[in-house]
């Protein structure tokens, strides 16, 4: 096996692992694929965002820290009022859940352009994913300077591999969720995971 083969595997498993812990972003994916809703734009943002973001990490990462010193805290703080507001919506939401997945239900979803913008809230405003692309990628990718393309290209494979994997395969699960209870764990549990992740953002910096 030729060497840059081994780097785009370094950096599909690299990245895999990364990406498969519970996020809001993974929860939000989720649930779009639950309903069956914009699943391909929503995968679709997620993945491409996952590859300009491992792209700069790889190609470009110091010089990106230097470019725009506060982005760290920019993010974090911006992250977590976004993820407290969703975070209560949520809560809200399990509170009031009546219904499982039915056409009532889906008529009432949000529009189109609310979901891409709630999508692209998710993945920019989430400082985890700028640790995970910019930081740990960028940082890994280093030990393979000859090979920088085959690693990035392993990287963003693996995050179109798992967001089209979790928002087509969320499909299997949708006769549990035509059960009203479902839905109010689903929320209660994606409320929890938001508003973990802020309180993480906040007070362990």
Excluded at 134 to 146: K, R, T, W
Excluded at 148 to 176: D, E, K, N
Aim: glycine fraction near 8%; include cysteine.
């Amino acid at each position: 096996m030729s060497q840059s083969i081994l780097v785009l595997l370094t950096g599909f498993s690299v990245s895999i692992s990364l990406i498969l812990a519970i996020g809001a972003q993974n929860a939000f994916v989720l649930r779009q694929g639950l309903k069956g809703q914009y699943v391909f734009s929503v995968t679709m943002i997620c993945a491409l965002s996952d590859a300009l973001l491992i792209a700069l990490g790889v190609f470009g990462f110091h010089w990106l820290l230097e470019l725009l010193p506060g982005l760290d805290d920019i993010a974090r703080y911006g992250g977590a009022a976004f993820l407290l507001v969703y975070g209560a919506m949520s809560f809200y939401s399990a509170w009031h859940q009546s219904h499982g997945l039915n056409p009532a239900h889906m008529q009432q979803q949000p529009s189109y352009r609310d979901t891409i913008i709630l999508c692209l809230g998710f993945t920019w405003l989430n400082p985890h994913v700028y640790l995970d692309t910019l930081v740990l990628i960028g940082s890994v990718s280093s030990q393979f300077p000859q090979h920088l393309l085959a690693f990035a290209s392993g990287a963003i494979s693996a995050s179109l591999v798992f967001f089209l994997s979790l928002g087509y395969g969320a499909s299997l699960l949708r006769p549990l969720f035509a059960l009203p209870l479902a839905w109010k764990i689903l929320e209660f549990v994606i409320g929890i995971v938001m508003w973990l992740i802020a309180f993480q953002l906040l007070f362990n910096h």
